[in-house]
């Protein structure tokens, strides 16, 4: 729908600056980034999320962490669009000794990054931790917790997700990127997490289900899960496709942490250049 476009042009921009970061630095995790693209530009750009660019660490800012860690080119790129930093100082020094972009995002270097994450299934419990300090405090924040379905194997997040539940913990939501693919194979041929839905309820979670690409359908679920974090925690399943936008990437597990060479970024960003 058109109110939307706008949207679709801020995410199809970022698609673009996720690949030539990673070109320029021959390193990063380009699937997942171009996965996760969509939900970044719904938190950050339409208003789901309070936050203030100019103010990176307002206190009455809601919280946001990136569990998956190493998806940071989607990431710096959605904040380097919101404002947060320049875009081309983003290009030129990713990944390089002494940036404040380092290949997993660093709290005490980058504006924005709410808190360090890397080792995966730690980021829910943090962000837990950060939910039970605001009730305990009585601050009125929400935090949101994006995770990776691969990640979602380690046990940690089954902890925390129990914890969560049994608590009824509020102002938390976690968004999984359910794009089905890891590091080097199809989620389901390793530890298959389904079903992710009766799963999640059976820990006393509430699940809104939506496609994670889609702003039609995607905005009102996060809308929703806003809202219903009120009273307890919240899980969003949110379907997406690796390397989403290019088709050569998409649904290939090669491309989960390999950078686009100059032909193949050039043809990437071309098929960019016709959705746009």
Same mark, same amino acid.
């Given at each position: 729908m058109p109110q939307y476009d706008h949207l679709r042009k801020i995410a199809n921009d970022i698609r673009k600056t996720?690949? &030539? %970061? *990673?070109?320029?630095?021959? *390193?990063?995790? &380009?699937?997942?980034?171009?996965?996760? %693209? #969509?939900?970044? %530009? *719904?938190?950050?750009? %339409?208003?789901?999320?309070?936050?203030?660019?100019?103010?990176?660490?307002? #206190?009455?800012?809601?919280?946001?962490?990136?569990?998956?860690?190493?998806? @940071?080119?989607?990431?710096?790129? *959605?904040l380097a669009h919101r404002g947060y930093f320049d875009v081309e100082d983003l290009v030129a020094t990713f990944d390089q000794a002494g940036s404040v972009f380092q290949a997993h995002p660093d709290m005490h270097k980058c504006p924005g990054v709410d808190y360090s994450t890397g080792s995966l299934g730690q980021g829910l419990s943090i962000g837990i931790g950060m939910a039970e300090g605001a009730r305990l405090n009585s601050r009125a924040?929400? @935090?949101? &917790?994006?995770?990776?379905?691969?990640?979602?194997? #380690?046990?940690?997040?089954?902890?925390a997700l129990m914890y969560a539940g049994a608590k009824q913990l509020p102002h938390i939501v976690a968004i999984i990127d359910y794009n089905q693919v890891q590091l080097s194979s199809r989620v389901e041929d390793v530890v298959n997490p389904a079903p992710y839905r009766a799963k999640l309820e059976s820990f006393g979670w509430q699940v809104v289900e939506t496609d994670g690409h889609d702003f039609e359908l995607l905005i009102p679920s996060l809308e929703q899960a806003s809202a219903l974090s009120a009273a307890g925690p919240v899980a969003v399943i949110a379907h997406t496709v690796k390397g989403k936008g290019v088709s050569f990437m998409e649904g290939d597990f090669h491309w989960h942490g390999q950078a686009p060479n100059d032909e193949q970024l050039a043809a990437a960003l071309a098929e960019l250049e016709v959705t746009a």
């Open positions: 996720i690949l &030539v %970061t *990673a070109n320029r630095a021959g *390193a990063g995790h &380009v699937g997942g980034s171009l996965s996760e %693209t #969509e939900l970044l %530009t *719904a938190l950050y750009f %339409t208003g789901l999320l309070r936050i203030d660019p100019q103010a990176p660490a307002w #206190e009455g800012r809601d919280r946001f962490l990136l569990s998956k860690g190493h998806c @940071t080119p989607g990431y710096y790129a *959605a924040f929400t @935090t949101w &917790v994006l995770l990776g379905d691969g990640e979602s194997q #380690e046990g940690q997040l089954w902890e």
